[in-house]
């Protein structure tokens, strides 16, 4: 048995700052693709791609399947959670308008309120510190809002970033009912799959048969987020659990919203004024203090048996 307070193991730094930059670029290319295509259609074929390429991936490094006809029942169940609604309604948040650093930032709340969900839930242990974290965490997001919604898409936009962040707390807890047997690559590639097929329905449904309007910049931007966020992301996510666990990975998601603001200034023209900029500042303590408890205060999941498959890491999924 891990003792009960387990120290802290160094993540190694390039893949580290390879994560962190992956996960952040994210929050670009959605707003990108959703410029280009519409939302359902970009998502239900970013789902198609990934899945495609992770099956060949897994094929090449021969995983073990590993994978109950329960088992894939509870992977299906997550994966439309994860993907189909935690996706859907964050890229129609950006079909609206809502900007990338908002996004990050309600995202990078996700693990914080993970843990308060699960200490309601489950009761699971919390800190006060992890919930003033979340407490200060949502004070920036409002800092960074303001009195107006107009620049951020409108009360509608941030109500599906909220949302967002809520089925994303909730799947990650749903993780945890997967349980560690299954074959993280697999489980991922099962949850790519089911979740294409609803996204494409509802693409044809409501947006066309080719909701284009920028071939190049569509076909860009579904690579990037089928072949780099989906699978690079994973990948990288995967090693870093490995090296130092699911709460130590879990600490760098602070890092994803300054990460973020800095890529959209550079590749979407998002500005940030004084205010907005101590909102952020205010968001990223709230957050980086709250996901330091957790790393310092819960042993890792991925080190707490070592002859164990690796669960799949309790942290978000990059957009």
Known sequence: MPPAHAPARHLPFVPAAAFVLVWSSGYISGPAAVRASAPFFTLGWRFALAALLGTLVALALR????????????VVGVGLMMNGLQFGLIYVAFDLGLGATISSLLHALSPVLTAILAALLVQERISWVQVLGFVLGVVGVLVVLGPDLGHVGGPVAVLLG????????????GQRWIGGTPDLLWSTVVQFAVSAPPLLLLSWTFEGAWPVTD??????????????????????LALLVLRGGSGAASS?????????????WLILDETMG???????????????????????????????????????PRTPRSP
């Open 215 to 236: 071939p190049v910049v569509a076909g860009v931007s579904l690579g990037l987020l089928a072949l780099v966020n989906s699978l690079v992301g994973l990948g990288l």
């Open 274 to 312: 004084a205010r907005e900029l101590v909102g952020l500042a205010i968001a990223v303590v709230g957050v980086a203090a709250a996901t330091r408890v957790r790393r310092s205060s819960a042993p890792s999941s991925a080190a707490s048996s070592p002859g164990r498959p690796r669960a799949l």
């Open 162 to 173: 909220a949302l967002s962040m809520l089925t994303l707390s909730l799947g990650t807890l």
């Open 63 to 74: 995983r073990p399947w590993r994978l109950t006809r329960q088992d894939v029942g509870r």
């Open 252 to 264: 760098l998601f602070f890092l994803s919203p300054p990460v973020t603001a800095v890529l959209a």
